[in-house]
């Protein structure tokens, strides 16, 4: 087993600083909302996370208390190495959320909440110390799949506050459509982040091998989030969408990633 260490994360550390063929199933769309399906909280549910419960619109957490909720995760240089990974990856979808750790010891998984509690920043990531551990202590890869978690919250805090209405968007689509939606901008933020950082040994086939490492969890539970295969396809797409478009913003990237979306699923 590899030992945990800021060496184990080291998406970066390069550049003097450190910081899922697609197939359609059939389906019928029986969400309460878009986010039914989603890694992603509602705001009411990011409030009960905050104190007693969390809610996900996967299925009831068991019940978390304060010292299930850190800010901190306790690998030593970990955390300052991550910041910096984050505060790139908030350049990148311009949007500055808060972040926090979390007992996922129910099912490994992170999540996004479209809300606060720091004011000035924009929803918060909840990344499960289980799903970190397991990705940190693999022997190759693990960083990457690190990277691309946060590039997934991420995307799912810029749906929260874009001006497209997703409800009506995918409303004839699976319920998964906005974690594939999601995916799209994980490739999209991988792109540019490996290629504006200079992230050395890093490419789309890369990716793919580090994303396949990804034991099954909550975070790419079939029913919940699309098929690997959606997942890579998307993920590639949205990859592929910013090596040809290299100046396009974040909010152009997932606008023009509905119309992928909408064509593949």
């Known amino acids: 087993m590899a030992k945990i260490s800021r060496r184990s ?29 989603a890694c992603a909280l509602q705001e009411n549910e990011a409030e009960a ?15 978390l208390t304060d010292s299930d909720i850190f800010d901190e995760s306790g690998i030593e240089g970990f955390d300052d190495a ?32 479209d809300s606060s509690t720091i004011p000035g920043r924009r929803g918060t990531i909840y990344f499960g110390m289980n799903m970190l551990t397991k990705q940190l202590q693999k022997e190759r890869y693990g960083d990457m799949v690190v990277l691309a978690i946060c590039g997934h919250e991420f995307s799912h805090i810029k749906q929260f506050h874009a001006k497209e209405d997703f409800s009506t968007a995918f409303k004839d689509k699976p319920c998964y459509a906005t974690e594939l939606h999601a995916d799209f901008g994980t490739g999209y933020g991988l792109h540019q982040y490996l290629t504006r950082y200079q992230v050395s040994n890093s490419s789309l086939q890369t990716i793919g091998e ?20 959606q997942r890579m396809s998307a993920i590639e797409a949205g990859y592929r969408y910013s090596a040809n478009r290299p100046n396009a913003n974040a909010e152009q990237a997932l606008s023009d990633g509905i119309g992928y979306i909408l064509s593949s699923t």
């Open 82 to 113: 991550l910041k910096r990974v984050l505060t790139r990856l908030a350049r990148l979808y311009r949007v500055f959320p808060d972040f926090k750790y979390i007992n996922d010891s129910s099912g490994a998984n992170a999540y996004a909440a």
């Open 9 to 37: 994360f080291s998406v970066g550390l390069a550049a003097n600083s450190i910081c899922c063929v697609s197939g359609t199933a059939a389906h019928t769309n029986t969400c309460d909302s878009i986010f039914a399906a």
């Open 49 to 63: 996370m905050g104190t007693s419960r969390a809610f996900t619109p996967q299925e009831t957490l068991d019940q």
């Open 210 to 229: 580090a994303w396949s490492t990804l034991a099954p969890s909550e975070f790419n539970k079939e029913s919940k989030h699309g098929t690997s295969a």
